[in-house]
């Protein structure tokens, strides 16, 4: 965390350049049918309280009985984030009012989490990896949901989500800029995707995240954070990271010092907005959690499952790399979505796999991203884009009527192979055809033809007015070949 | 035709099976007698319909030689335990108007069992106390008349404020109450610090706390959930064996609760303790104790040589500090576990211009002075700055405790003995008003065992100078309550059946 501070990164005061220093806190609800400690529904959109047991509710004299599908998803996660796991962890209560806390208190893993410290590997851009490093993992229980806006004199609440597994992640100060914030979130959700240890859904609230921002003068020690309270999209947790740490800034070089403080992010007003002061803290009076034993398992647990782990996107990307050879960022974009490697792979067998990269990445996401649509729901499926790369290779079509092809079958479907023929875009290699073009062309510009056989380099334009003339479907190779014989260069 | 109320559990059992009884004339003797008692207050709600339409199912049961081990037997259930539909406020008034839909896994035991419930019981309000003063539903009398009393005197104080007459020692007040005046055959009550085995020892009763995990706490309103144990208060120790023998087992619900079978307790009712070392601890010869008390021990040790168990002098170090990081560690957790009544969901709700008010007046309504003593003291010292002092400390002790014990076992003690009480039962009104401290020091022989999760019998083992009942209590190896029903058996045996008192009221 005391690393020099990276000149790029920082930012540029009016009395100097300030380091940006954030750590955060996911909170990630974890995949499982059941709650944490009880056995009722997680799904989510239920009616308000449908999805609510005796446990749930806190009725007197109810006990927590611990989910083990969400302990064996909570050691998953821990070896996708290569960390320690923990034979024995224990169970906390942390107490406070809240209408939405049935309990009074929540049940948390403070002292002693179930995860312990491991390390995420974040490609910034193209050229940039960082490596974020991973304080601890724990389990614990969400609360439910306060409704205000269901009665003009009453608050309302839906206990749907009381007792949700919740797996709280919490990093290392590691993260230098808002670009890195988002690309660390990212990168995490993608692995706990990949696992299946959460469906990283950030609109219906599976994921949100508190995030630490302090500033210092490059060098410094670390200055006083600020904890920004569940910030739930990528975007506004770059933005919020801007934001407060501008705000922090402008305090600072006024002369002015940071109160160490719960911040909430209002996107619609792009600020940060005090919540509560640090004198204003809870006392959560945490004490071991009674009705419940520590948790215990063996190396045998662990290994059984990491077993039957999938291949992890790290893993994943350094095959892909390896196999297709493929660039280290295009392999990082490939390996996002597990949906993607999977499509790209199936594009890439038996193919030139760059190739197919350049397609996958460019055409297909591309276009996907365009309309705001996932790999799921592509009109152009593997099997259909390997074709067009196939034409391609083939020498059967040009990459130019390649992007035509793509956008029929993007548009209307069909078989990439049918298409070519029925709409004759199939190349012409007919060299007499060609030719007839080649000998019109350096017929009509006799200046063009003087220039170009003094420039070689002027080859291009003829190029150019070939393929104009033959509507794109010329084969370049046989152009070029023609013209250059043709004009003797 | 006699009164079948004053037979014991196992002879009414016995009766029924025999058919000389049927469940529904046993119950309905009951149900009179309960009508008859009211001024003693064991009883905060009487069942009398549900209690007949139990025992007729039993009646056909037994007819139709499907009967259950507790077939056809009334029992009286503590206000703690959660019975579907029916009145369930642990005796607080936060709990206002609850009725579960629900019933706890040890009370479903014994309606699986084939009992028959004739009502709810009387006690300490969230089991916090000794003397069933606490209850929002006022103070349980004894049916043992008080020192120079007579009926006529004690009919008055019944109907006047109680002063002057016995407590049956808390939290189990009504439980033991109402057995010893034959208002059930026996009674479920619960144990924190000492809450089955004092009013057991006050009333003459025989009360045993088994080791913590033996009953499942899934559907008890939680005190202090590291020391709740569920258990039997009944006349006799073979009473209290049928008894928990049905109340135990293992519940998935409850994670603190083992899984292992349950023997026959009866089984070891008049089990030979020959070649059995009891362990008597000096630690728990305190100052001032009354010599009627000390008497009462050596009677105890006698009685266990006559009948060929080794006696052995043994030291529990700790002791002292027990009572003092016992009421650290209780309030401790009593502090979060009755956090959820804040009139959101259920009972009590005492409206306010905001949800902190809301709280604030739900809770200071809701609660009594005792229950918010202790959620004080409680909050305190979980708050940051004090935690390490008094909550960290209190567990190291606790630690100690058991450790104590252990090796106390490891040297071959089978079983200890020590006093049940420090006294004979007290009046209503008379200890604890100025100094809580004065109603703690009760628990003094038997947080102990609760601190550590062992088990613990209390029986009634002579009487006081003023013809009081005195109990002994015997602390066992974890998950051997067998021992304990055998020693307990002997010294019953040997001290000879208390008298328990003829209605006067």
Partial sequence: ?489 | MTDVTRLTLAQARDALQAKTLSAVELTQAHLDAMAKARGLNAYVLETPDQALAMAAVSDARIASGTAGPLEGLPLGVKDLYATKGVHTQACSHILDGFKPDYESTVTSHLWRDGAVMLGKLNMDEFAMGSSNETSFFGPVASPWLPPHRDGAWAREALAGDKKGLLVPGGSSGGSASAVAAHLCLGATASDTGGSIRQPAAFTGTVGIKPTYGRCSRWGMVAFASSLDQAGPIARTVRDCAIMLRSMAGHDAKDATCIDAPVPDYEASIGRSIKGKKIGIPKEYRIEGMPAEIEKLWADGVAFLKAAGAEIVDISLPHTKTALPAYYIVAPAEASSNLARYDGVRYGLRVPGKDISAMYENTRRAGFGPEVRRRIMIGAYVLSAGYYDAYYVRAQKIRTLIKQDFEKAYAQGVDAILTPATPSAAFGIGEKGSTDPVEMYLNDVFTVTVNMAGLPGIAVPAGLSADGLPLGLQLIGRPFDEETLFSVASVIEESAGRVALPQPWW
């Fill in chain 1, 1 to 489: 965390m005391n690393a020099p501070a990276n000149a790029s990164k920082l930012i540029k005061g009016a009395t100097g350049d300030w380091e940006i220093v954030v750590g955060m806190e996911i909170h990630a609800q974890v995949s499982s049918h059941s709650k944490l400690f009880s056995g009722a529904s997680t799904e989510f959109g239920g009616e308000p309280n449908s999805h609510v047991s005796l446990v749930d509710a806190a009725m007197p004299g109810m006990l927590p009985v611990i989910n083990e599908e969400c302990v064996k998803q909570a050691v998953r996660t821990g070896i996708g984030l290569k960390a320690q796991i923990n034979h024995r962890s224990t169970f906390d209560r942390k107490n406070y009012f809240y209408p939405d806390l049935p309990q009074g208190y929540q049940i948390s893993q403070y002292k002693s989490p179930i995860v312990g410290e491991g390390e995420v590997i974040v490609d910034v851009t193209a050229s940039e990896q960082i490596v974020v490093g991973i304080e601890r993992l724990h389990l614990e229980q969400d609360a439910g949901k306060s409704l205000h806006d269901q009665s003009p004199t009453e608050s309302f609440v839906d206990l749907n989500r009381s007792g949700v597994a919740l797996m709280e992640i919490v990093s290392k100060p590691d993260i230098r800029s808002a670009e890195e914030a988002r690309a660390y979130v990212t990168k995490l959700r993608t692995i706990l995707r990949y696992l299946g240890t959460c469906d990283g859904n950030m609109e219906q609230g599976s994921l949100r995240a508190d995030v630490n921002v302090s500033v210092r003068r490059p060098g410094e020690p670390l200055g006083t954070r600020c904890e920004i309270k569940n910030v739930n999209s990528i975007r506004f947790i770059g933005q919020a990271v801007d934001v407060e740490a501008r705000r922090q800034i402008g305090i600072l070089e006024d002369g002015g010092k940071i109160d160490q403080e719960t911040r909430l992010f209002d996107p619609a007003r792009g600020e940060t907005r005090s919540m509560r002061s640090k004198e204003e803290a809870h006392d959560y009076r945490y004490f071991p959690d009674p009705d419940l034993l520590p948790l215990e398992f063996d190396e045998t647990f662990v290994e059984e499952l990491a077993r039957h782990l999938p291949e992890l996107p790290d893993a994943k990307k350094a095959r892909f790399m390896r196999d297709y050879g493929i660039a280290s960022y295009d392999a990082g974009v490939l390996v996002m979505e597990r949906a993607s490697a999977d499509f790209y792979e199936a594009v890439a067998k038996g193919r030139d796999a760059k190739a197919a990269a350049n397609w996958v990445i460019n055409e297909l996401f591309g276009r996907l991203n365009k309309e705001g649509l996932d790999i799921a729901s592509s009109p152009v499926g593997a099997d259909q884009l390997g074709a067009i790369v196939d034409l391609i290779s083939e020498g059967v079509i040009s990459g130019k009527i390649a992007k035509d092809l793509f956008e029929i079958v993007w548009t209307e479907g069909g078989d990439p192979r049918a298409l070519v023929e029925t709409r004759g875009m199939k190349q012409v290699t007919d060299t007499g055809a060609i030719e007839a073009a080649v000998d019109a062309i350096i017929a009509a510009n006799p200046d063009k033809v003087a220039q170009a056989q003094a420039k070689p380099t002027m080859l291009g334009w003829f190029v150019g007015q070939v393929m104009k003339e033959t509507g794109g479907k010329a084969n370049p190779q046989s152009v070029n070949e023609l013209l250059k014989r043709k004009l003797g260069i």
